[in-house]
């Protein structure tokens, strides 16, 4: 079995679609513009018609995109942000990049996501009624419970902000994220589903006061050139990566749609091995960003398909409550976070990208039923 198939996803990505990217960039190259041009423009009008979204701000990282998000919502000092503790960093990173203050909340264990019902509890649970926002996080490519979620913000009079960095395309009820909450942030980091060669990242809402203030908050709080109207950012998506995504956004449903065939493969497999394979909620469309097992003999495991050449990962090995930089920083909502903590310790994730084989798959299916925990 060539194992390379398995490590290569960014090189992959680049080569199913070789030509037109290299075109693309020739274009760009050619045009001498290459910040915050037609690329750019055009490219935020498409991602906007894939979101469901009435707006679409370009912007130089998916972290970046969290932050534009979080201060057009003039969220800043002082005020509180739930989230969970079970994610990339960059969540929490984000909110206290502002001088915000980080409420963790645990996660509901089969999806991943956050709890609605430990939000509900942290939102009626003294100091948490000066909370802003909650950041819901799509994680794995698998879709938080946005009709909860959007039921009890609205009750509570916050906003709600979506954490869309590993869920491009993913949908509840044929809508897509990035389109439910009062705005939004994707990150296209080169592993993501939708990944530039480089960086970038992305602001939507259907809310045309947000997105007008997102506009100058990209860029030094410009309405007119050289005139800062407020504080901004310097944080634009370039013409490069723009091109590049224009591309690769063509090819976003079907990629998608390969992942789904390949997480059927693992999943009809592996429930008969004593693990646990992701689950997926009615009428939810999972885009399988990573595919995720759970296990209480995880590190064995890991150490065994390691042994056998099957590159595998940990997303996440410590919750963020626990990593150095933010204990005794965030604070932890009602009822702790036994259930962060539990996934950190079991959650494995397996190869998983849009140009594995099925025979890849199928030999790392046969390699899990050789272990013997």
Known sequence: MDIHRIAAQPLADYLASKSEIDEAIQRVLNSGRYILGPEVESFEREFAREVGAAHCLGVANGTDALVVALRALEIGPGDRVITVSHTAVATVAAIEILGAIPVLVDIDPTSFTIDPNRLEDTLCTPPCAKVKGVIGVHLYG??????????????????????????????????????????????????????????GGAVTTNDPLLADRARQLREYGWQQRYISEIPGLNSRLDELQ???????????????????????????????????????????????????????????????????????????????????????????????????????????????????TEETVRWVIQTLKAWRP
């Not at 009750?155 to 809508?175: F, K, P, T, V």
């Open 142 to 199: 698998n879709p938080a419970d946005l009709v909860a979620l959007m039921e009890i913000t609205r009750r509570h009079g916050i906003r709600l902000i979506e954490d869309c960095a590993q869920a491009h395309g993913a949908m509840i009820s044929g809508r897509p994220v990035g389109s439910w909450g009062d705005i939004a942030a994707f990150s296209f980091y080169p592993t993501k589903n939708l990944g530039a060669i480089g960086d």
């Open 242 to 356: 723009a091109a590049i995504l224009r591309v690769k956004c063509r090819r976003l449903a079907a990629d998608n749609h390969r992942r789904q065939t390949l997480a059927g493969i693992y999943s009809s497999e592996l429930d008969r091995l004593h693990l646990t394979p992701p689950a997926i909620r009615e009428g939810v469309e999972h885009v399988f960003h990573q595919y995720v097992i759970r296990s209480p003999q995880r590190d064995s495991l890991r150490t065994y398909l390691s042994g056998c050449g099957v590159p595998v990962a940990i997303h996440y090995p410590m919750p963020v409550h626990l990593q150095p930089a933010y204990r005794n920083r965030v604070e932890i909502g009602a009822g702790g976070l036994g259930e962060s903590e539990k996934a950190a310790r079991e959650v494995l994730s397996l190869p998983m990208h849009p140009h594995l």
